[in-house]
């Protein structure tokens, strides 16, 4: 039977603290929660069971927004319609990044902010990230567009980052001319 995963709200102080290293190996109730993470932000983004379960649509969690102050992050990118892959992160680090920028033309949202804010965000169009998977072996990836954006956010997560604490306030919008916005 399906369970929704508890995300905190932004409220909660939880989110604005720095998330430890994970040690290995994960514990069990840890991975049971990755598993459980990846099929909530799955049926999430299928309409059919966002609705049947009143999910809010969302590509990616990090384990602090579910109260553990670990460096885990899980992304489900939809890479074509009604097609996903799971990437879970375990402490994740970019390794580099490309010079372009790039930003959601219609703002970010977070599972942990239920509200609109209304912003662009500048983000890598481009990062390579490297961290290990949830049994300890080191594996990376190069992620662009959206999902390059999707592990900035979550990354973001790991260190206490809300995505509109980057949302600049003397300028809060870019034109076509100014940023690529995807
Ligand atoms: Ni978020």
């Not at 909660?12 to 459980?36: A, G, H, M």
């Not at 965000?121 to 990062?127: G, H």
Request: hydrophobic share 35%.
């Amino acid at each position: 039977m399906f369970k929704k995963v508890n995300i905190l709200d932004e409220k909660d102080e939880r989110l604005r603290k720095i998330s430890k290293d994970v040690v290995f190996p994960l514990s069990d109730k840890e991975k049971k929660l990755i598993d459980d993470a990846i099929k909530h932000l799955t049926y999430s983004q299928i309409e059919e069971y966002e609705k049947k379960y009143d999910l809010r649509p969302g590509m990616g969690l990090a384990f602090p927004q579910l109260g553990i102050l670990k460096r885990v992050i899980i992304i489900v990118h939809e890479y074509e319609k009604g097609k996903f892959n799971n990437y879970v992160f375990v402490n994740p680090k970019i390794v580099s990044n490309s010079t372009e920028m790039i930003a959601a033309e219609a703002g970010e949202g977070c599972l942990s902010v239920n509200r609109e804010v209304e912003g662009h965000i500048l983000r890598y169009a481009r990062v390579t990230v490297e961290g290990f998977d949830p049994d300890g072996n080191k594996i990376s990836i190069r992620a662009r567009e959206d999902l390059s954006i999707a592990f900035q956010h979550e990354i973001d997560h790991l260190n206490g980052i809300l995505f509109y604490d980057r949302i600049d306030k003397d300028k809060p919008f870019y034109s076509e001319m100014e940023i690529r916005l995807i």
